[in-house]
Every structure is written in structure tokens, then in C-alpha cells.
């Protein structure tokens, strides 16, 4: 084991203070601390809450109904992260509307779905965008380039997310968050310290190696005790004070706040993304004249307590019962970043 | 062969006339000759006294080529290594071939050509063979099905239910690269990387291991599902349980980088030239360092032990010193890769 990693280690071990809640806002976080049994080292007054920040997770049912309505009655196709494929909707995923004849193709990139549209001139093409600060500039690049490439078959359905309205709304569910590194690489720290210095909330942004998220357990766990708000910068190899200009600038010159639906959290102010009115060309909802849809998620799933660390996914009636990766009922179980997935494959009934 | 240029396979090809010899005698006879492949119904094969391995393997692999084989390697490779995995050193194959209407002929001789020359290297012979034709989209280019006869060496006893607490778990090199090739091979990801099929007969490589020491309890290629599935499945039959040190198993870098993009782990990746080896912890070192002279097998590395403690299970040291579980093998939806 190398150096700094052992001396992170015994402090987190070591550590004697208050008990203390970490939520880890980050999917990619969540599945990384899973991976290396980050869990198994920490002192049991140390409790670890996994966040919102798995972009699949807290996308709402009415998305997914929207995207299957595209698919299914007006001939659309449907160009999609993986992750979104099992997704349940209302009552059914993407996964079913394909089997139904709708026109679902995986890409692993914004850039994939404009190429595809590209080359598929007599199909319209609808990219599901969605995720938040680290994807979003890719989104709009596609919607840029279609523009210049003067497709007019191309379009977005945007459910982008923004992490401010979440974090304060989950400010009293954790005592210290454990920032994403890659949004904060986009739009560098300011809102963070902003959040430490007014609302008190503290917080540390780090990467995801190893050495980065046990340095970062061991730096927060001697700031605790100290019992002043912080806020801590561990990932200064990658994030910067002011984030990616040009990012920010992408995202600015296509996109605009909006209110925005969170599965499991409900309607949070100004959190998500819409396609500027100067783009509507490319914004499905507007091309495709949408129909308005509430979306229905199970009433048994407990995603939403889950995300906001009011329960342990083993809390869930239906964990590992009615809801498996196979078989997931709530959106938490579907991607490999969600935290009931991540307790599933981990197997981390009994903890 | 410049007859076979910009020519195509057609129906008529699989009817069983003039036009089948013509395919059978220019693609198939001129790669596959040898004493005991006749025109007669059936091969006649002599055998030495004592046990035989007898194994049978389909490849439908998507794309037909890729970097470092194409799925004529890959179907002698598959044969081949499943009979070695048993001890069983290989002599003979079958080949039957399903084409789809249209293949380019050319494409079908470099398949051949492939076949020949992995079945030389592996000291195996084609004795006997099928070709048909499917109509255009019943079968996606070419399928191939290879079956094979190996003869047991003797004092070698090798089987997934045979792995004993104090086992030493051995890698015969770096893993996953056959699986992460043909994903990007598969271009539905839009990533570039150096990455090359690990795609290999491995009869040599189980000689180099019998010539340390006959004491090895279960060889088995990793294919289909990767090392984390084999590591699964031996666990299950020979109820231990199996501890992986994850800072020693060899994973290329390009493979690790790709398996970060697309979050998947390396271990459930499919290797078409590697061993996992179990043999008792004393001969472990020995075996390694032999390896690591072989021509597949430079890479080869003890990653874990079989444990009394959670039979059925796979736990992981990770880099930070914790044991979790590996995540049992799911139900994940993979390309074609085999």
C-alpha cells in the first residue's frame, strides 16, 4: 500500500470524534467507495449516506414516459445513455418500448447521437439529455454542431440537473458533503464556498482514486471535530477556482434554468436545464409538441428516502425482493452508480 | 489467391455440387490438407491407449475480424485451450461452418488461412469438416463450430471441482483484453484505444505448467464472462472460497481506462488466451516463473488463494487494505464476444 494512502487510512481509523454523516453527492463516489470497501475501514460513528448524484437515479418517470411516447407514436429514435434503457417509466422502460418496435440506440456520447443523426437523415433523432454540470456542455456541443451542420432532424429531450437547489435542499440530511469532483471541474468552487460561508454547510470536493477519497475522509474527519463550517478543495490537480470557462460559457450561450423534477425529491427550484427559446428548433418537447406527463413511480419504492439519506436501501421493502438489478422497480437499482444497486452487487443486506 | 477476388458466397455454394467442391477444394482443402482429411463420411482417427478429452465449442463472434484474430483463430483457440485446460494435449478437430449468402470468399480464405496456421501452432489437425449456406440474414457473416479429441496426459487430473484450501490462485497474464477489443471493436462506444485480442492457443502454456509440476488442481480458460465468472463457478463447485489481492492482477492500462469509461470491471471482461490456474501454494512461485518464460504468458501473476472461510464467495483486498465482495457475475448485456 503506498505511503499517503496508509497514513489517510489510519486516521480514518484512528478517528475518536462526534459521529458524523458524509453524504456522497456523486454516483461515481458511490460505486468507488463500494469497490474498495471504503465502508469496511470507517468508525462505525461514521455514517456514510449516498446522494442524488446518479444522473439515471433522479430522473423522473414522466421522462422516460415522454421518451417512450416519442419512440412509440411518433416514429422517433431514441438515442440514449445505457443506463436509461431499464429505466421504468409509468409502466414501462425503454427497454419494453424497444421490444415493442421503438427505435432505441445506446450511445455513450452526446457527440455519438449527432453523428448518428447525421447519417440518418431520414430518421429524426432524439438525444435523452440528461445528467448534470459534466455532461451538459457535451449536450449543448451536439446541439451546436447540429446547427452549424444544419440537421433538422436532430433534437434533445433535456432533463439536465444543476447541483446547487440540491445541495440546499439536503443541506440538514448530512454534516459534511463529499463534493464530485468532475461538476466542480466544470464550475469550479465558488457556489461551494458560498454554501460553507452562508449557509454554514460543509463540504469537501474530491476525485476518485483511492488515495483522493480516503485523503479526503481523513482531512474532513480532522476538520470535524473543530465544529466550524469548511470547506476544502482535495482534488486541486483537476479543479480549479473558476471551473471550465468554456464549459460554462457552452452551457450559457444554449441553456437556461428552469424548475426541474427530481425522482424521489420532488420539484426543486431552479435546479434543472431547458433548451433556450433561440434553440427551440432543436428541443423535442417544443418540435414534437409533447403532451404533458405526470409520471407514476411505484408506491412501494423507497427511492426517494434512499437519496435523501432518510433510509438505507436495505430499509426498502422491495430491496433484493421485487426490485434487483435484473428486475429493478425503482431507479436507484438500475445504474451501477445508484445505491441500492451498489448495496445489491456488494451485498450489503446484514450491514 | 487473386481467383477468389470481389467473388461472393452464394446458395449454390451449400447445394452439394460442382460449386460446393469448388469452395470446399480452394478455401477449405488448401488451408486444412493432411493425410486423415479424406472425401470419405467420416475421419479414421488412431488412438493411443488411455483417457481422451472430447470438447465441442460454437463462435459467433461480432466483428469477424479484429485486432489480433479473427473468429478462425478464435475457433481453434476455443477447442484447443478447452481440451488443454483439461490436461489433454490436442490432435484433432472438426470444423462446420454456417455462411451467410454473400460473404466476400476472400474474407473467408483469411479465415481459413488463420485456422491453418493457429492448428499448426498448436499441433492440432482439421480432420474433418461441414459447409452451409444460410439465406442472406439468417446468420449474421459466418458462423463456425469446432470440435476436438485430445489425449490426457498421463498422472494430469484437472477439475473445477477439485480447488483445496492452501490452493494458490494463478493468472496466466494480464486480463480482459479480448473482451474490451471487441467492445471497441464494436465502434457502439466511439473510444480509441491500443488495445489487442490476448487471443491464443494455449497448449504450450499448459506444457510449460505440467513441466514444473503434475500437482495442479484446476486449469481453466477464461472466456465468455472473464476471470470473475471462472473464479465464481470454481468456488461454487468446489465449495471454498477464493480471496483476490486486487493489486495483483495484471490489467493492461489501455483495458483499466477503458473499463473506467464504460464502468465495468476488467475481471468479468473475456479473455480468449488465459489461464486461471490453482495449485497448491508451494509449487505457485515456481509455475509463475515459468510462465513468465512463455510466449503467452509473460504477465503471469499469483492473484489469490482458496480459502476454507465463505464457501461460494469471492472477496477482495483492495488497494486499501479492506476485503470486500466481488460483485457475483450479473446478467450485464454484452456484445457478441465469442
Known amino acids: 500500500m503506498k505511503e499517503q494512502l496508509k497514513k489517510a487510512k489510519a486516521i480514518i481509523e484512528g478517528y475518536d470524534g462526534p459521529a458524523v454523516r458524509v453524504m456522497e453527492v456523486c454516483g461515481t463516489h458511490t460505486h468507488e467507495i463500494f469497490h474498495l470497501g471504503v465502508r469496511k475501514i470507517l468508525p462505525p460513528q461514521v455514517e456514510l449516506i449516498s446522494g442524488p448524484g446518479c444522473p439515471v437515479c433522479v430522473t423522473p418517470a414522466g421522462f422516460i414516459d415522454e421518451a417512450i411516447w416519442l419512440a412509440l407514436e411518433k416514429n422517433v429514435t431514441i438515442c440514449t445513455f445505457g443506463d436509461l434503457v431499464r429505466v421504468p417509466g409509468s409502466t414501462r422502460s425503454l427497454a419494453d418500448a424497444r421490444s415493442l418496435g421503438g427505435k432505441i440506440q445506446m450511445v455513450y456520447s452526446p457527440m455519438d447521437a449527432f453523428e448518428y443523426a447525421k447519417e440518418h437523415k431520414d430518421e429524426q433523432v432524439v438525444f435523452l439529455s440528461v445528467g448534470f454540470e459534466t455532461t451538459t456542455p457535451a449536450s449543448c456541443l451536439s446541439v451546436k454542431m447540429a446547427k452549424e451542420a444544419g440537421l433538422t432532424n436532430y433534437a434533445l429531450l433535456a432533463a439536465n440537473k444543476t447541483m446547487p437547489g440540491a445541495y440546499e435542499m439536503l443541506k440538514d440530511s448530512a454534516d459534511v458533503f463529499l463534493y464530485p469532483g468532475h461538476v466542480n471541474a466544470i464550475t469550479g468552487n465558488a457556489l461551494n464556498r458560498k454554501l460553507c460561508e452562508e449557509g454554514g454547510i460543509s463540504g469537501i470536493v474530491t476525485g476518485f482514486t483511492a488515495s483522493e477519497i480516503l485523503t479526503a475522509f481523513a482531512v474532513l474527519l480532522k476538520k470535524f471535530p473543530e465544529g466550524k463550517p469548511f470547506f476544502v478543495n482535495a482534488y486541486p490537480r483537476v479543479v480549479t477556482e473558476e471551473g471550465s470557462i468554456p464549459a460554462q460559457k457552452l452551457i450559457k450561450e444554449w441553456m437556461e434554468p428552469c424548475d426541474s423534477q427530481w425522482r424521489g425529491l420532488g420539484m426543486i427550484k431552479n435546479s434543472g436545464l431547458r433548451l433556450r427559446k433561440e434553440a427551440q428548433d432543436f428541443d423535442a418537447r417544443v418540435k414534437f409538441s409533447i403532451p404533458k406527463m405526470e409520471g407514476r413511480t411505484s408506491p412501494a419504492c423507497r427511492c426517494g428516502d434512499v437519496l435523501q439519506g432518510k433510509c438505507r436501501p436495505t430499509d426498502c421493502k422491495v430491496f433484493g425482493k421485487g426490485c434487483t438489478p435484473l428486475h429493478p422497480i425503482g431507479a436507484c437499482m438500475v445504474s451501477n452508480e445508484g445505491a441500492c444497486s451498489a448495496y445489491y452487487q456488494y451485498n450489503s443486506r446484514g450491514e | ?338
Open chain 2, 1 to 338: 489467391m487473386d481467383n477468389l477476388k470481389g467473388k461472393t458466397v452464394s446458395l449454390a455454394h451449400g447445394a452439394g455440387g460442382k460449386q460446393t467442391s469448388e469452395l470446399i477444394d480452394q478455401v477449405f482443402k488448401a488451408h486444412f490438407a493432411n493425410p486423415e482429411l479424406t472425401s470419405d463420411d467420416a475421419a479414421v482417427l488412431k488412438m493411443k491407449e488411455g483417457k481422451i478429452a472430447f470438447t465441442t465449442d460454437g463462435f459467433i463472434v461480432s466483428p469477424s475480424e479484429f485486432p489480433g484474430g479473427n473468429i478462425g483463430k478464435l475457433s481453434i483457440c476455443g477447442t484447443v485451450n478447452d481440451l488443454s485446460c483439461m490436461g489433454a494435449k490436442p490432435l484433432y478437430l472438426s470444423c462446420a461452418f454456417v455462411i451467410e449468402e454473400g460473404f466476400p470468399m476472400e474474407k473467408l480464405e483469411a479465415i481459413a488461412a488463420a485456422m491453418e496456421k493457429t492448428a499448426n501452432e498448436a499441433g492440432v489437425k482439421i480432420v474433418a469438416g461441414d459447409t452451409k449456406v444460410a439465406g442472406k440474414g439468417q446468420v449474421d457473416g459466418v458462423f463456425i463450430t469446432t470440435t476436438g479429441i485430445g489425449e490426457i496426459q498421463e498422472g494430469v487430473e484437472t477439475s473445477g471441482f477439485m480447488a483445496k484450501p492452501g490452493d494458490a490462485v494463478i493468472v496466466s497474464g494480464d486480463i480482459g483484453r479480448h473482451g474490451c477489443t471487441i467492445l471497441l471493436a464494436r465502434e457502439d462506444f466511439g473510444i480509441d484505444a491500443d488495445v489487442t485480442s490476448d487471443c491464443a492457443p494455449l497448449w504450450g502454456t499448459v506444457q510449460d505448467i505440467l513441466s514444473v509440476t503434475k500437482d495442479v488442481h484446476v486449469i481453466r480458460d477464461a472466456t465468455r464472462g472473464g476471470v470473475g465468472t471462472v473464479l465464481y463457478e470454481i468456488a461454487e463447485q468446489s465449495k471454498t472460497g477464493i480471496r483476490l489481492n486486487a493489486e495483483a492482477i495484471p490489467v493492461q492500462d489501455s483495458v483499466k481506462g477503458v473499463c473506467g469509461m464504460l464502468g465495468l470491471e476488467p475481471l468479468y471482461l473475456a479473455c480468449e488466451g488465459r489461464l486461471v490456474i490453482f495449485a497448491p501454494k508451494e509449487n505457485a512461485e515456481a509455475i509463475v516463473a515459468k510462465l513468465r518464460e512463455g510466449k503467452y504468458s509473460s504477465e503471469a501473476a499469483i492473484i489469490g488463494e482458496v480459502t476454507e472461510e465463505m464457501p461460494g464467495r469471492v472477496v477482495v483486498t483492495t488497494e486499501i487494505g479492506a476485503e470486500t465482495l466481488l460483485p457475483p457475475p450479473g446478467g450485464e448485456l454484452l456484445p457478441r464476444i465469442c
